[in-house]
């Protein structure tokens, strides 16, 4: 069991981040933000594959009139991205934005500072610090001479120290580099100074698999530290496998559960079935299906029904013949053509409450 660790409590719209809530999934769009028609599609595409939280990058203040028209045609959290522009944050907030991720010391005087914080005061918007390894500020370079865990922190003490003076505590922090090891450390050196919620991530992780891997390293290992309110996985990817991979770091880790979790063994000389493309087949077909169970497709009657046994529904497979278990029981022998088809009516059934 992961002992999570106590945070202040922020609301992002409807959600509260930190605090024991849920770890909520973020990503973020790619499209241009003035395209408000591409953007939505793009959120409601990612709506749809369990994405809670997206953010976006606004680049001007054409791109923040249309968040107001964004924010009407989705249902989850909109996150602004604002680079050094306060009169860009501004308008984002009046426009209905849930959450601002901005790092003060970057705006400029206090007196713009304060017009952006005294804004998010006013509609209750929060403000993520995004501290990243390849941006960090001229002086903790030339102090820490790379941008190291320690840099990083310096950093994000920083710019709260700004924002906890003008008394404001809405505050979720981020402290993202590509380097898996300096992130880790710079998120468990930071947890251990303040209280505030952290959305984690490991930033320019690369394409599909190398990305997965690093992510799923990086992040895990801080989930299983209890570290860890809101993630991201970055991928050079259509962001709906952003939200797919997050999706499955939680549920590797038994954290969230957002459908089926499949167990398989990687075969080997004893298997005497084509198991590997029938558990992608079955993996494929059901993989969207959101009933939260475990599904074992196991390779031979000599290790697969002990694994079998253990899951929700579970095959052992044979030569001609697999043996199906329901709950840790063998239910009947099916012939191995037929495990894709049996397993999907057990599992249809399962969703519509029928007994079989
Ligand atoms: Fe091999 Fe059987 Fe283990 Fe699969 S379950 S890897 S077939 S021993």
Same mark, same amino acid.
């Given at each position: 069991m992961i002992k999570r660790r106590e945070t202040l409590p922020v609301r992002v719209g409807e959600l509260i981040v930190g605090n024991q809530n849920p770890i909520w999934v973020q990503s973020m769009t790619n499209t241009q933000t003035e395209d408000v028609v591409s953007t939505i599609a793009q959120i409601k595409k990612l709506e749809e594959a369990g994405c809670e939280i997206v953010r976006l990058a606004v680049l001007n203040i054409e791109a923040a009139r249309g968040l107001a028209q964004i924010k009407k045609a989705i249902k989850i959290p909109l996150v602004a991205d604002i680079h050094y522009d306060y009169r860009i944050a501004l308008k984002c907030v009046? =426009?209905?934005?849930?959450?601002?991720?901005?790092?003060?010391? =970057?705006?400029?005087? /206090?007196?713009?500072?304060?017009?952006?914080?005294?804004?998010?005061?006013?509609? %209750?918007?929060? /403000?993520?610090?995004?501290? =990243?390894?390849?941006?960090?500020?001229?002086?903790?370079?030339?102090?820490?001479?790379?941008?190291?865990?320690?840099?990083?922190?310096? %950093?994000?003490?920083?710019? /709260?120290?700004i924002l906890e003076k003008l008394h404001f505590d809405q505050i979720i922090v981020s402290l993202k580099a590509s380097d898996v090891v300096q992130t880790v450390e710079a998120y468990r050196l930071l947890? %251990?100074?303040?209280?505030?919620?952290?959305?984690?991530?490991?930033?320019?992780?690369?394409?599909?698999?190398?990305?997965? /891997?690093?992510?799923?390293?990086?992040?895990?290992?801080?989930? &299983?530290?209890?570290?860890?309110?809101?993630?991201?996985?970055? &991928?050079?990817?259509?962001?709906?496998?952003?939200?797919?991979?997050?999706?499955g770091i939680l549920s590797g880790l038994a954290i969230r559960r957002f459908g089926i979790e499949f167990v398989s063994c990687p075969t080997c000389g004893r298997c005497q079935y084509d198991m590997i493309d029938i558990a992608k087949a079955v993996e494929l077909k059901l993989g969207d299906c959101k009933l939260p169970i475990t599904v074992a497709i196991m390779g031979c009657p000599v290790n697969g029904p002990g694994e079998a046994r253990e899951a929700d529904l579970g095959i052992a497979g044979g030569k001609d013949h697999a043996v199906l278990f329901k709950k840790g029981v063998a239910i009947r022998k099916i012939a191995t053509a037929d495990i894709m088809d049996t397993l999907e009516q057990e599992i249809r059934a399962l969703e519509e409450g029928r007994i079989t």
């Open positions: 009046e =426009n209905g934005v849930d959450k601002l991720r901005i790092n003060p010391g =970057n705006i400029g005087s /206090i007196e713009r500072i304060k017009a952006v914080v005294d804004a998010c005061k006013d509609k %209750s918007v929060p /403000i993520r610090i995004g501290v =990243n390894g390849g941006s960090l500020e001229k002086e903790i370079l030339e102090k820490y001479r790379r941008p190291t865990a320690e840099a990083m922190v310096e %950093s994000a003490l920083k710019h /709260i120290d947890s %251990s100074r303040v209280q505030y919620p952290l959305h984690l991530g490991i930033t320019e992780a690369g394409t599909m698999r190398h990305g997965i /891997i690093k992510s799923s390293m990086g992040i895990g290992s801080m989930l &299983l530290d209890g570290i860890g309110d809101t993630l991201r996985v970055s &991928l050079t990817e259509d962001p709906v496998e952003e939200v797919k991979a997050a999706k």
